[in-house]
């Protein structure tokens, strides 16, 4: 079982709305990320925090918003989404940022539907 | 040239034998490797993840690596029915980014 937490699981939601996404670990890792994956689709890298800063923004608009409150909790605010954005969104956490060591472990996912 | 190349298409195999699975790399700088296996409407799961060139076991996973070619693969032994799913190639680049095959389909026959 993913020690990677989200929620909601399944998330219903108007263009105009306002909802966000939540993600918790507590493995003690200081690397969070957020990815978007949509269906017959690999992973796409979103967000990274390291250390609780945002260090990498892969051009995502900016009706998507991360936050990350503490080493243990990320979230991502959703406004003014778009149809095209339903998908599968994916917390993941690792150790730290850096090449080795650094295994990348996925939460079970948020399935969003814009309608 | 894509990033990390999964070009298979879905492959079948009869429950009890060998899965074999192969993904090719671009940035020859890359230094970690992973395989996650993601059932249909989960996510991904890792199982495996080498750094080194040769083999790694792990149960009835093997994957191997050669850094010199730029390819990984991945072994399943005695293929079971649970193992049907897709099996997503990753390749860690700077930064901990992950980038991902398109990944292939595996389906066990009984």
């Known amino acids: 079982d993913t020690e990677v937490t989200q929620t909601p699981k399944h998330l219903v939601m108007g263009m105009t709305n306002k909802k966000s996404l939540k993600c918790e670990q507590h493995?003690?890792?200081?690397?969070m990320y957020w990815y978007k994956q949509k269906a017959k689709k690999p992973p796409e890298l979103m967000f990274v925090y390291s250390y609780e800063k945002l260090s990498i923004n892969e051009s995502v608009p900016s009706r998507f918003s991360p936050e990350c409150p503490n080493s243990s909790l990320l979230n991502l605010h959703l406004h003014a989404l778009q149809p095209e954005d339903s998908a599968l969104y994916l917390c993941?956490?690792?150790?730290?940022?850096?090449?080795?060591?650094?295994?990348?472990?996925f939460g079970e996912g948020s399935w969003l539907t814009v309608v | 040239q894509k990033e990390v190349e999964q070009n298979s298409g879905p492959l079948s195999v009869p429950e009890g034998a060998i899965a074999s699975l192969n993904c090719t790399y671009s940035?020859?700088?890359?230094?970690?490797f992973f395989w996650y296996r993601q059932y249909s409407g989960k996510s991904p799961e890792l199982i495996m993840f080498?750094?080194?060139?040769g083999d790694k076991e792990d149960g009835r996973f093997t994957a191997q690596l050669n850094k010199a070619s730029q390819y990984v693969s991945l072994l399943i032994r005695d293929s079971q029915p649970s193992d049907s799913a897709t099996y997503l190639c990753a390749v860690k680049r700077d930064n901990n980014r992950l980038a991902f095959g398109k990944g292939n389909q595996v389906v066990v026959i009984p």
């Open positions: 993941a956490s690792s150790q730290r940022e850096g090449v080795y060591g650094n295994t990348i472990y």
């Open positions: 940035d020859r700088g890359s230094q970690s």
């Open positions: 493995m003690g890792h200081r690397a």
């Open positions: 080498i750094y080194s060139n």
